[in-house]
């Protein structure tokens, strides 16, 4: 990250720019042209726009529809490239129907961060991040953005400790700075404190863990908080175009799933661009995520995080629902806890993307706990085209939770694991997780 952004604050414009504010200004910056056009040069070059992809609607479930979404990106407020008052117009002409703001929160605004800067190693030296000012810029261009029923724009930040991890919080009127490094207990002490006349806090906001193991400390091997497992909801396996499965395997680590569920945590998996350019929401083959919402807002939005419905992919357009039935029980969705011992699960697969994936041969993989990667049960061979239906044995002495991977055999997983596993294959989708829990 670097501290770029303090030459710039003083440019920025200090309303969100529209389409037709940019093109009529005088003087219109490339920028504008860019991010706002039909197409960024990315996309133009690829030859591929915003895709419309499949039906919102599953053909599994009732009352809830598919939006897209990017909850990951960033803006010249801290390391990012681009104007934060073009990045919401630019994800919605990409299709997106949610899309979030997180700028880095590092030690840049603690009053301790001069000081701390002569005596911290080089890691956390230089961090360019989030100011209140900048803070309130966000909410402001949140807001502007942010239209029901139509388009969700969210504020939030992301939480950047150089050695131990990132996370991303969302739905907070507050942001946080890294305020003891290398320790993960303050930042989770803060989500559950309300803010006060003398201390802010971020009661009431939801979290999640970025990157996986890019940063050695690992969240200090997911260091594990019941009293806000409900709060801490995503687990980001696809970032940019990096699957994380593996992250780490190379060097001796377990994975990154592995380590955070069996950690205790009970989070969904999201797939992210983190953006840093200025052509977000747009480029092909990066993370997104697919949220099933009763209603398209920010509570709908939030309401459908707290309860894991929710799908990681690499594309656009993309729909994935998927039900488990115990035997005897009722189908019930990803993010839902299984009320069983052992026994038989039916597990049924809504996918679909557009008439061109039609009979396209995937495999859904069924992934359970493992000491250093995760045991796959089954994998199922499928075209894609009418719901899969198949079953899988289920025993809670193996392990609490079970989620399905869905992979291209014809193409390769460019970060690999053990030898001969079927995480090799390439990534095209995760569900969020199901937790098998009898009491």
């Known amino acids: 990250m670097c501290d770029d952004h303090h030459h710039h604050a003083g440019t920025l414009p200090t309303r969100p720019l529209t389409r037709r504010t940019a093109v009529a200004g005088a003087g219109a910056s490339l920028l504008v042209a860019q991010a706002l056009g039909n197409h960024t040069p990315a996309v133009a070059a690829s030859g591929t726009g915003a895709a419309r ?132 207990q303050p930042l989770l002490d803060w989500l559950r404190r309300k803010p006060g006349l003398v201390l802010d806090g971020g009661a009431g906001g939801i979290a999640g863990f970025n990157h996986p193991g890019r940063e050695p400390g690992r969240f200090q091997e997911f260091h594990y908080d019941p009293r806000v497992r409900d709060r801490m909801v995503s687990l980001e396996l696809f970032n940019r175009r990096d699957d994380y499965l593996f992250e780490g395997y190379a060097d001796g680590k377990s994975s990154p799933l592995v380590a955070c569920l069996n950690a205790g945590w009970r989070t969904g998996i999201t797939g992210v661009t983190d953006e840093h350019g200025t052509d977000w929401g747009h480029p092909e083959g990066k993370g997104r995520t697919g949220l099933w919402v009763k209603d398209h807002s920010r509570a709908g939005v939030k309401r459908a995080m707290l309860n894991r419905r929710f799908f990681a992919t690499r594309t656009s357009g993309l729909r994935v629902d998927a039900t488990a039935t115990p035997k005897g029980g009722k189908p019930a969705r990803m993010g839902s806890v299984l009320r069983m011992r052992r026994g038989t699960v039916k597990i049924q697969l809504d996918l679909a993307r557009d008439r061109s994936w039609r009979g396209r041969p995937l495999t859904v993989q069924v992934l359970r706990p493992g000491t250093e990667v995760p045991e796959v049960v089954k994998v199922k061979e499928f075209e894609v085209g009418p719901v899969l239906t198949f079953r899988v044995n289920v025993d809670v002495a193996d392990g609490d939770w079970m989620l399905l991977r869905i992979a291209d055999p014809t193409q390769r997983n460019e970060t690999p694991g053990p030898a001969g596993h079927p995480g090799n294959d390439l990534g095209i989708a995760y569900t969020s997780p199901w937790w098998i829990d009898p009491s």
């Open 53 to 184: 992809g499949a039906s919102r609607q599953s053909r599994l479930t009732r009352g809830t529809r598919l939006v897209h979404a990017d909850l990951h990106n960033h803006t010249l407020l801290s390391d990012g490239d681009g104007d934060p008052a073009l990045a919401f117009d630019s994800m919605r002409s990409a299709g997106l129907d949610v899309a979030a703001l997180t700028d880095h929160a590092t030690i840049s605004d603690n009053l301790l961060g001069d000081v701390l800067a002569g005596i911290l190693p080089q890691e956390y030296r230089q961090l360019g991040g989030l100011t209140r000012s900048g803070w309130k810029r966000t909410g402001e261009y949140a807001d502007a953005a942010n239209h029901d029923g139509d388009f969700t724009a969210i504020r939030g930040f992301e939480w950047s400790e150089p050695l131990i991890g990132h996370v991303n919080v969302w739905f907070t009127e507050h942001y946080v700075d890294v305020l003891q490094a290398g320790l993960m």
